[in-house]
């Protein structure tokens, strides 16, 4: 159980273009889903937290204009990278929870970006 | 900053050595989580260990929990080739790692 798809699973665009990345979790409701950045060799950067129905709450220093957080409902979140430009390309990853904190997140398997 | 700092930053032994990882952190928690990653994957989800417990055992992991250090330890005993992955810790509510422990498991 607790099974988190992501997807793409990897993208490769022209820069300009903007970029949906899909989070949905399977088998539970998630109630609050998180999505992260990764950068060769370093940790997950959180980028932003989002409620089911509610604005997402971002992370000083990511621009909210820039990469689009929808969680409309409780099983799926979607992160859409607008205008991507080379500077963008990472491993963009989203985890989900459900209920309070005392619940552990679940994973994706992470979109590997790539802009042209 | 609620994340967890894992300790040492590499690590490397021979399959069927136990794996010791240490985790600290700074503000008062709710309970800690322990993740490993395999390289270019998501994070798996290993163990929850909350406040008012000392250690939690699963498997071949043991962890334990000293909130007056605020400090954690994940233990891989009799560790595999499978095991090599990075490990993290993170607190709970805002979910933050840290840089991880990357452990290397020789055959």
């Known amino acids: 159980g607790a099974v988190v798809s992501q997807h793409p699973s990897w993208v490769i665009c022209k820069s300009g273009t903007s970029v949906k990345i899909e989070c949905r979790s399977l088998d539970f409701q998630a109630t609050t889903m998180f999505w992260y950045r990764q950068f060769p060799k370093q940790s997950l950067m959180l980028m932003a937290t989002s409620n089911e129905g509610s604005k997402a709450t971002y992370e000083q220093g990511v621009e909210k204009d820039k990469f689009l957080i929808n969680h409309a409902s409780l099983t799926l979140s979607t992160l859409t990278v607008t205008s991507a430009h080379p500077e963008d390309s990472s491993f963009y990853i989203c985890s989900a929870r459900t209920g309070t904190d005392n619940q552990p997140q679940h994973f994706g398997d992470g979109t590997r970006l790539s802009i042209l | 900053s609620q994340q967890g700092e894992e300790d040492p930053q590499a690590l490397s032994i021979q399959e069927g050595e136990n794996a010791t990882m240490n985790c600290s952190y700074k503000t008062s928690i709710n309970n800690l989580q322990w993740y490993r990653q395999n390289s270019g994957r998501g994070l798996v989800h290993l163990i929850l260990i909350r406040s008012n417990e000392r250690e939690k055992h699963s498997g071949r992991l043991r962890v334990t929990l000293d909130t007056s250090k605020k400090s954690s330890s994940l233990l891989i005993t009799a560790s595999r080739a499978a095991d090599t992955a990075s490990y993290f810790c993170?607190?709970?509510?805002?979910?933050?790692f840290g840089t991880g422990t990357k452990l290397q498991v020789i055959p």
């Open positions: 993170a607190t709970a509510a805002k979910v933050t």
